[in-house]
C-alpha cells in the first residue's frame, strides 16, 4: 500500500512538472466538481460567483461578493497542488467578520445567513506555499 502511495504522489509530481499549470488548472477543477457534488446533495447550488488568482507565500487579495438575495451561503476556496494552507475571511460593509476559517489546511469554507442582498468583502491568504499557487473561491447558496 505504502508504494502505492509513494507511485502515486510520484505520478502527480511528474505529471505536475510535466504540464505546470495544466496540473494546478485540473487540481483546482477536480477540487470543485467534488464539492459541486457534495453541496448538491446537501442543497446548495451554485451562484455563479467565482473568483481566480494567483498569491505568494504570505500575500492575500481581496474582493468584494455581492450575495443578491436571501439564503444560507457557503463560500468556498480551493488550492493547486503546491499549496499547504489557505485561509479566508467574510467580513461585512463596516469591517466586521462575518465568518473565518483559519485552519491549518487548503480547503477553506466560510458562511452567511443573509435576509436580501448584501455586499460583503472576501479576503484569501495564502498561508503555506511553494511558489506561486493558483486559487479559486467560489459561492453556493442554500434557500
Same mark, same amino acid.
Given at each position: 500500500?505504502?508504494?502505492?502511495?509513494?507511485?502515486?504522489?510520484?505520478?502527480?509530481?511528474?505529471?505536475?512538472?510535466?504540464?505546470?499549470?495544466?496540473?494546478?488548472?485540473?487540481?483546482?477543477?477536480?477540487?470543485?466538481?467534488?464539492?459541486?457534488?457534495?453541496?448538491?446533495?446537501?442543497?446548495?447550488?451554485?451562484?455563479?460567483?467565482?473568483?481566480?488568482?494567483?498569491?505568494?507565500?504570505?500575500?492575500?487579495? $481581496?474582493?468584494?461578493?455581492?450575495?443578491?438575495?436571501?439564503?444560507?451561503?457557503?463560500?468556498?476556496?480551493?488550492?493547486?497542488?503546491?499549496?499547504?494552507?489557505?485561509?479566508?475571511?467574510?467580513?461585512?460593509?463596516?469591517?466586521?467578520?462575518?465568518?473565518?476559517?483559519? $485552519?491549518?489546511?487548503?480547503?477553506?469554507?466560510?458562511?452567511?445567513?443573509?435576509?436580501?442582498?448584501?455586499?460583503?468583502?472576501?479576503?484569501?491568504?495564502?498561508?503555506?506555499?511553494?511558489?506561486?499557487?493558483?486559487? $479559486?473561491?467560489?459561492?453556493?447558496?442554500?434557500?
Amino acid at each position: 500500500m505504502k508504494r502505492l502511495t509513494i507511485s502515486a504522489a510520484a505520478a502527480a509530481a511528474t505529471l505536475f512538472f510535466a504540464s505546470g499549470a495544466s496540473a494546478q488548472d485540473d487540481s483546482l477543477a477536480k477540487s470543485l466538481q467534488a464539492a459541486d457534488t457534495a453541496y448538491a446533495a446537501k442543497g446548495y447550488y451554485p451562484t455563479g460567483w467565482t473568483h481566480m488568482g494567483n498569491l505568494d507565500n504570505g500575500s492575500q487579495d $481581496e474582493s468584494a461578493v455581492v450575495l443578491s438575495s436571501a439564503g444560507l451561503y457557503q463560500i468556498i476556496g480551493v488550492c493547486d497542488l503546491q499549496c499547504k494552507n489557505f485561509d479566508l475571511q467574510l467580513t461585512d460593509g463596516n469591517g466586521n467578520q462575518v465568518s473565518a476559517d483559519t $485552519e491549518d489546511d487548503d480547503f477553506p469554507i466560510v458562511s452567511a445567513s443573509t435576509s436580501g442582498p448584501v455586499t460583503y468583502r472576501l479576503k484569501a491568504m495564502m498561508k503555506a506555499c511553494t511558489g506561486l499557487c493558483a486559487y $479559486e473561491l467560489k459561492v453556493y447558496i442554500k434557500k
